[in-house]
C-alpha cells in the first residue's frame, strides 16, 4: 500500500554530511544521506501524536555538487 507523496527541494550555500569514519577529517558525502532527509521532512512535518516514519524513495540531484576546501581548528582547550 503507497500512501501520499510529498516532494521537497531543498537547497543551501553550504553542508556537510559527515561520514562516520572520518570524523576528524569532516570528509563529507557527496549528496544528503537519506537519515538527513528524513530529519528535514520530520523538522517541517513532525505530529506528535501520530506514530509513522518517512519512506525515501528517491533523492535527485538538480545542480551540479561544488566542494570548498575549508579549514577550521576544532581542537578545544
Known sequence: MRGITHCLEVWG??????RPEMKVERYTYPVITPSAARGIFDA????KDYNFYWQLEKIE??????????RRNEVKE
Open 61 to 70: 540531484i538538480l545542480n551540479p555538487i561544488k566542494y570548498l576546501a575549508l
Open 13 to 18: 550555500d553550504l553542508a556537510c554530511f559527515t
Open 44 to 47: 517541517i512535518y513532525f505530529k
